[in-house]
């Protein structure tokens, strides 16, 4: 089978091979399904959540990232209650109104320029609040990368925090890419989570080198109280949980979430920079994690996306979202800028 070159999505790398090699590991014997009866390997990677987080949290393993965020938000909202989220959010745009089905509660959608989300624009939603006819905003939910490559900082993410404790509300993260946004800052996951008020995080794993598997992490402790049963309900309770378990249990020993993330951060930079040697295409977005922007001629994306497939992100415009992952090489993207010689100048 030919291999694929893609910078389509880091979900589209495999699985790294300190990760396989602990999936192997664990595929010996009988040990106890669900989770349950303090079985020790998922005991173990929980273990690791709280020495990231602090010992005052609640973790819990489900199959992917739709379902860390439906499930993490719609534990702690009524139907008649609302999600407040930027237009390109995942939770929006991605997830097949998954979030509006299984809750049963509306999404206040927010247009940005960048995927970040300001205190001062959810001020007007605010009239809602007390009156019968419409839905309550209960929750603030952001992706920390967003979905335009941007990275919030500690403090734009307390703003928020301060602004949804002060109105009654909760604050979500969408932390799908949440490796590159702490590699990107230079921070641990504690100091623009849990040190500025985060209620619910999604933590995601898959974009960064496990097979497959994310974690609800409730920050706020007292919000997870009966989750299990959400979790059984959405269908999100793996039988054999230790391989969910153990991804993790590797991915936060030794930083190797840090040392994925650094590659496919640093292979993204490389990829912006090369890119500016042409006049025809244009970088449209600071490149702050895993992801770069660019706009190029419409007449080539076609003949270029025949040899490395990525997605175009605004067909208006022609601009183009270009993903690096974990496994990204120098010379994918020395052939990619080649491809592109062929056509641009």
Not at 106 to 112: A, G, H, P, R, V
Not at 265 to 286: D, G, P, Y
Not at 311 to 319: I, Y
């Amino acid at each position: 089978m030919n291999e694929i070159k893609s910078f389509a999505s880091d979900n589209w790398s495999g699985v790294c091979p300190e990760v396989m090699e602990a999936l192997v590991k664990v595929n010996h014997g009988h040990i106890a399904a669900y989770g349950e009866l303090d079985e020790a390997v998922t005991t173990a990677a929980i273990e690791k959540f709280k020495k990231y987080f602090g010992n005052d949290i609640a973790v819990f393993f489900v199959y992917n990232g739709t379902s860390a965020n439906v499930l993490g938000t719609s534990h702690v909202i009524r139907s008649y209650q609302a999600i407040v989220a930027a237009h390109s959010a995942h939770m929006n745009d991605d997830e097949c109104g998954a979030p509006e089905k299984i809750s049963g509660s509306k999404i206040l959608q927010l247009e940005t320029e960048d995927g970040k989300i300001k205190p001062e624009q959810i001020l007007p939603l605010l009239n809602s609040i007390g009156f019968q006819h419409h839905s309550q905003p209960k929750i603030i939910s952001i992706s920390q990368v967003t979905e335009k490559g941007t990275v919030y900082k500690p403090e734009e993410v307390k703003a928020l925090a301060e602004f949804a404790h002060a109105h009654n509300m909760y604050l979500h993260m969408d932390g799908a890419r949440i490796s590159n946004a702490a590699v990107s800052l230079g921070m641990d996951f504690k100091s623009f989570t849990v040190d500025v008020g985060v209620d619910v995080l999604s933590f995601g794993g898959t974009k960064n080198g496990l097979m497959f598997g994310e974690a609800v992490v409730f920050l706020n402790k007292v919000l997870a109280a009966d989750f299990e049963y959400t979790r059984k309900q959405g269908m999100q309770l793996h039988s054999k949980m230790r391989f969910i378990s153990t991804q993790f249990d590797r991915y936060l020993t030794d930083e190797l979430w840090k040392k994925n993330a650094s590659h496919a951060n640093k292979m993204a930079e490389m990829l912006s920079e090369k890119l500016q040697q042409f006049e025809q295409v244009i970088v449209t977005r600071k490149t702050e994690a895993n992801g770069v922007f660019a706009i190029i001629p419409k007449e080539v994306l076609p003949k270029v996306q025949e040899e490395y497939f990525f997605h175009v992100w605004d067909v208006n415009t022609s601009e183009v979202r270009l993903m690096c992952s974990w496994d990204t090489a120098p010379e994918d993207i020395d052939g990619f800028v080649a491809a592109l010689k062929k056509w641009v100048k």
